[in-house]
């Protein structure tokens, strides 16, 4: 779990670097945040880690790059949608004149510079709708870098279990041999009639078939793996550490308080009614029209000097003319929050239900491990070990002999399903939650 305590520290950082970014300051890049892992290597005991999985998700995935870059984009209207209209300037001369007028009577040229001066304050708040906009794209990225981290730990306990389900027909093959030989001498011998080392024999060839299924499954857990890294489909991997269960000791309400506060998609609804709230406001402000400071400077013609005459001005906009447009905008960015505040009831809500159903998936898998771990895994070894026995002294048939090997296969490879069942149901938990589960437990106990 400490790739989960690093990933979400990373998180907090930048979080902090987004307010920090907005305001001004510059914020660390998320590469920089994230460990170099282009060059993917397996550990110092010679296995892939599912550490060295994620980390490399979060660099390397297009996705998640491309996420990035389009939340970098959105910090950058903010300081656009903050800034003054630009100033205007404007320059007349005379191209021609053809009546004669005495000195200084008309003007020969003429420069004007204006400056729109935001006083009602709207530039002001479509800063904050840009502010706004920008967490919403954070948030977005996150929600890709949550989905993204739990389909490569669920590609990489996949895989882990086709190499756990190689291993087990491997030497599920081995011990068939051996009662093939076994059966054989006794055919030989003549205590023991041909149909045993006939079974022994159809079982070792669908054992065979099996192992090309598996081989393919191993195949494609590689190559999607792979891609979510970016790396090449074909790039061998090392081999994996041996999947192992945990307890998580969860409740709900504390999970769905959790959920409620770190839900990317609920932060994202949040602040889409921040947007529109900062819209409202602005449409209501727009009957306070912004004025306009002029400078002109005149020369007439046949004056000696430069500057003949200064003058300054000042012009707004009449809105009150036109009422029917600026209530429409008004009603409009009113019924845009009305529909921001149901989103984020309607997400809330579903929130908790996600979360209820993740975690009932949790604990149901996590039964079925402990009860295959616990009971029926040792029980399956113990009625295999005593048919053996039972078999080589002719107390027991061969049929018996063979079935308990298959039942001892079928629920071996159960308890490995399960268990990966159990920990990708963990990964998916924690992305609908948007952190770690564990930290329920901490919140609940703090409070």
């Known amino acids: 779990m400490n790739i989960l305590i690093k990933y979400f520290a990373i998180c907090g950082g930048l979080w902090a670097g987004l307010a920090q970014s907005l305001s001004g300051a510059t914020a660390p890049s998320y590469s920089e945040m994230v460990p170099n892992t282009t060059a993917l290597k397996a ?38 949608a903050r800034a003054w209209q630009d100033p205007r300037a404007g320059f007349d001369t005379v191209a021609g004149r053809f009546v004669s007028i005495p000195p200084n009577s008309f003007t020969d040229q003429k420069l004007t510079v204006e400056q729109a001066v ?33 389909r490569g730990r669920t590609l990489y306990y996949a895989l882990a279990n ?15 041999e051996r009662f093939a030989e076994i059966s054989r001498a006794k055919y030989e011998a003549g205590s023991k009639p041909e149909s045993d080392v006939l079974i022994a024999e159809t079982d070792l060839a669908k054992l065979h078939e099996l192992k090309a299924d598996i081989l393919r499954q191993i195949s494609d857990a590689e190559s999607q793996l792979n891609v979510v890294m970016n790396r090449p489909a074909q790039s061998p991997l090392p081999g994996q550490e041996e999947l192992r269960p945990f307890t998580l000791e969860l409740e709900l309400t504390p999970l769905q308080d959790l959920a409620l506060t770190n839900r990317p998609e609920l932060l994202m609804a949040r602040k889409k009614i921040e947007v529109a709230e900062a819209n409202l406001r602005a449409a209501r402000r727009e009957w306070i029209p912004d004025p306009s400071l002029e400078m002109e400077a005149s020369r007439y013609n046949d004056a000696g000097q430069a500057v003949s005459e200064l003058m300054a001005g000042v012009s707004i906009d009449l809105p009150w003319f036109n009422r029917r447009k600026y209530k429409a905008a008004i009603e409009e ?14 997400a809330q809500k579903e ?49 018996n002999l063979i079935d308990a090997q298959r039942t001892l296969q079928e629920v071996e490879a159960t308890y490995w399903n399960h268990l990966t069942d159990y920990l990708s149901a963990v990964a998916e938990l924690e992305s609908v939650v948007g952190a770690e589960p564990r930290r329920a437990t901490e919140r609940h106990d703090s409070h």
């Open 118 to 150: 935001p006083l009602s304050g709207r530039n002001r708040l479509r800063g904050e709708a840009a502010e706004a906009e920008a967490m919403v794209a954070f948030a977005d990225m996150h929600r890709r870098e949550l989905d993204l981290l739990a």
């Open 351 to 399: 929130t908790l239900g996600l979360v209820r159903d993740a975690l009932q998936k949790v604990e149901t898998f996590h039964h079925h491990v402990e009860l295959f771990s616990d009971r029926i895994l040792p029980l399956a070894r113990q009625n295999l070990t005593a048919t053996r026995l039972e078999y080589e002294t002719d107390k027991t048939g061969f049929l």
């Open 162 to 176: 086709a190499r756990a389900q190689l291993r087990i027909n491997q030497s599920n093959t081995e011990l068939l």
């Open 43 to 80: 550990g110092t005991n010679g296995v892939l880690s599912i550490e060295e999985v994620e980390l490399a998700v979060l660099r390397e995935n297009p996705s998640l790059k491309a996420a990035r870059a389009n939340w970098e984009a959105m910090k950058q209207r903010v300081p656009q």
């Open 333 to 346: 960015a009113r019924q845009n929050k009305a529909a921001a505040a149901f989103e984020l009831e309607s």
